[in-house]
């Protein structure tokens, strides 16, 4: 038995880490259509346990897939009594490049489609600068400031960091299931569903609006939900070690389970064993114009701090841990835990 692999995970995205995901299939030749959602690009979040073949949520081609041609061939009543001996396929020769890719959200939109492009226009405004948040929104709902007066590695802005109940209602409810939507839609990954919003807590960074005195950016965000295991990451098996002499090893009584992987790309590999860890983070993003400033850090370290009240994690001890990460996601993880936070499936 060779290593169990699990491929193309949420991670699989991004296959050269850092670098901007392609679309994961040839732009549709049906745009016609005017109403076509936005197509995001990039490869979808799946379940550990998928393969290859069935990805849980095919995005870009369930989106592609629904884009139907308006242009209905006619059905030629007037020629109906005529006998048309040979059959010809018709083709409609339309200039795919109406189909447009964002380099700077990676959303796939049809130009000239009012709908999608004002769609996307939202959308990568979000992605860039984030969301906007009135000050007045901090009232009530049960927020909490949590960190304020946070200094950014660049710049002058100062920011600070409030947290909520994920299952929040009403209009704070309503403002982070916009956010985590842009969030989902630019990871490909799916909605969280309601038992983990339930059981999880919503760290948003704001930094100051550039013009509104009284409005600010959502920079960041961290959602961290309460779990009960995770796996270790393990160093990957060494290249000398071929997948037979790994299995006997799995299989024999005294020795540790063989490590399964969970990013082919990144080589990504844990040990399956089950471990009880307190606090896991289904989602982390942080706005692309507020990158490399040390908010996810930030963020997480004060979702660390006050997830559970009175007892603070420590990611160093393993109390911590991702939902199959992206390479960013890893670089973040790594730098965090310095190998210590876990890995565990939403
Ligand atoms: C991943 C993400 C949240 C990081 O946010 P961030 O605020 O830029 O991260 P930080 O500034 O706190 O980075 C902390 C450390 O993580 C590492 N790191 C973060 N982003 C990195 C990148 N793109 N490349 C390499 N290392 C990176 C670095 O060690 C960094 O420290 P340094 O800047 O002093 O070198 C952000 O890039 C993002 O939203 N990406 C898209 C969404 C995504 O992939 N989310 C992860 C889901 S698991
Ligand atoms: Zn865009």
Redesign the pocket.
């Known amino acids: 038995m060779s290593t169990p692999k699990v491929q193309r995970t ?2 699989s995205r ?1 296959k050269q ?2 670098r901007p995901p392609v679309p994961s299939s040839p732009p549709s030749t049906l745009s016609s259509s005017p109403v076509a959602p936005p197509a995001i690009t990039r490869p979808t979040k799946r379940r550990l346990s998928e393969n290859d073949v069935a990805p849980e949520f095919p995005l870009a081609k369930r989106l592609k897939a629904e884009i139907k041609p308006t242009v209905k061939a006619k059905a030629s009543t007037k020629s109906a009594s005529k006998v048309q001996k040979t059959l010809r396929q018709l083709h409609f020769n339309i200039d795919q490049s109406i189909l447009r890719t964002c380099s700077l959200c990676n959303l796939s939109y049809t130009k000239g489609a009012p709908d999608d492009e004002a769609l996307h226009r939202s959308h990568c405004a979000r992605i860039r600068q984030g969301m906007e948040w009135g000050k007045d929104e901090d009232k009530g709902n049960g927020i909490t400031e949590v960190e304020t007066g946070i200094k950014l ?1 660049t710049g002058k802005k100062r920011g600070r960091i409030v947290a909520f109940s994920a299952d929040a209602t009403g209009k704070l409810g309503t403002k982070l299931s916009t956010l985590l939507n842009t969030i989902n839609l ?2 490909s990954a799916p909605e969280l569903p309601p038992s983990v919003l339930q059981a999880s807590k919503a760290y948003l960074f704001l930094v100051a609006h550039d013009t509104l005195s009284h409005r600010e950016r959502i920079a ?1 965000c961290v959602i961290a939900q309460r779990i009960s295991t995770a796996m270790a990451v393990v160093a990957p098996p060494s290249s000398d070690e071929s997948p037979e002499s790994s299995s006997d090893k799995s299989t024999s009584a005294d020795s540790a389970p063989a490590p399964i992987i969970v990013d082919i790309n990144t080589n990504l590999y844990c040990n399956p064993t089950p471990l009880p860890t307190p606090m896991g ?1 289904p ?4 706005s692309s114009s ?9 963020l997480l370290n004060a979702a660390a701090r006050t997830f559970i009240h009175g007892c603070p994690l420590d990611p160093l001890k393993g109390q911590a841990a ?2 199959q ?5 890893q ?2 993880m790594m ?2 835990g310095k190998g210590a936070v876990r890995v565990y499936e939403e």
């Open positions: 949420y991670s991004n880490a850092f590695k630019s990871l960041g983070i989602r982390i993003f942080v507020f990158r490399r400033q040390g908010i996810a850090k930030h991702f939902s990460p992206t390479g960013m996601g670089a973040v730098d965090w």
